[in-house]
């Protein structure tokens, strides 16, 4: 499941247990919607409640990415679970993106924000 706000940064995207195509689907739209609007977007990746992510979602995530590697502004993830964040790492190795990881989603808006962390 997906749930996708836009801010004045770019977008805040949360995922909550299972990541499938229809989910990825949404976020593609709603990134080049953004993108035709205001230039590249800055995303927020909350990825605290995913706990699985389909195959064919994977495959279109990197073809994507390979696709869009310009489209993105920076990309901060929220994570704690060692597995999501090592598939993170792995598909950011094949884009252009470098993201920043942050233990919880206000640091990661303070970040995308430009506040200086306390």
């Not at 989910?23 to 990134?31: G, M, N, P, T």
């Not at 390979?66 to 964040?85: E, L, M, P, T, Y």
Request: without cysteine; hydrophobic residues 50%; aromatic residues 10%.
């Amino acid at each position: 499941m997906i749930s996708i706000r836009e801010q004045d940064y770019g977008l805040d995207v949360a995922l909550f247990n299972e990541f499938t195509l229809a989910d990825f689907k949404l976020f593609e739209e709603a990134l080049l919607k953004r993108l035709a609007e205001h230039g590249k977007p800055d995303v927020l990746l909350d990825l605290g409640e995913l706990k699985d992510f389909t195959l064919d979602m994977a495959l279109e995530e990197l073809r994507f990415v390979r696709d869009h590697s310009d489209a993105f502004g920076r990309v901060a993830i929220v994570v704690d679970d060692v597995w999501i964040r090592l598939a993170v790492h792995i598909a950011g190795l094949m884009s252009r993106s470098r993201p920043e990881y942050f233990d919880t989603v206000e640091e990661a808006q303070a970040w995308l924000n430009g506040v200086a962390a306390v």
